[in-house]
């Protein structure tokens, strides 16, 4: 009898191996990258037709993701939209003063320090 891993390379005409290893090293590479684990599912099915079997297989794979970095929002009643500023905090003026260099200031209007 062949082993399992001759039918394995033998099944859809040496596809699901190809795609198994290229599954396998894109895994690798997203553990490299962003940690975690990752996964390869072959699955095979084996019927018989007269005095034939037929063997057909898949897989499947799963890489780590990246941790996404949640984000904070608060509802505006006036504008109904999302917005990161809370609507009930109210506008404080902006005023930064400081020891700055000698040719240090602050712009006005974008609260920027620039030297000169």
Do not use: C, Y
């Not at 099944?11 to 390869?40: F, K, P, Q, Y």
């Amino acid at each position: 009898m062949k082993s399992f891993m001759q039918l394995i390379r033998e099944t859809d005409r040496g596809r699901l191996l190809d795609d198994s290893e290229e599954a396998l090293e894109s895994i690798i590479a997203a553990i490299n990258e962003n940690g975690g684990s990752g996964t390869v599912t072959i699955k095979l099915k084996i019927s018989k037709k007269a005095d034939a079997f037929i063997i057909g297989g898949t897989m499947a794979h799963t890489t780590p993701q990246r941790d996404r970095v949640s984000a904070l929002f608060f509802f505006d009643e006036n504008r109904e939209e999302l917005t990161q500023k809370d609507p009930r905090q109210p506008n404080l003026p902006h005023v930064v003063k400081g020891s700055f260099g000698k040719n240090e200031k602050i712009d006005d209007e974008t609260g920027e320090v620039t030297n000169g």
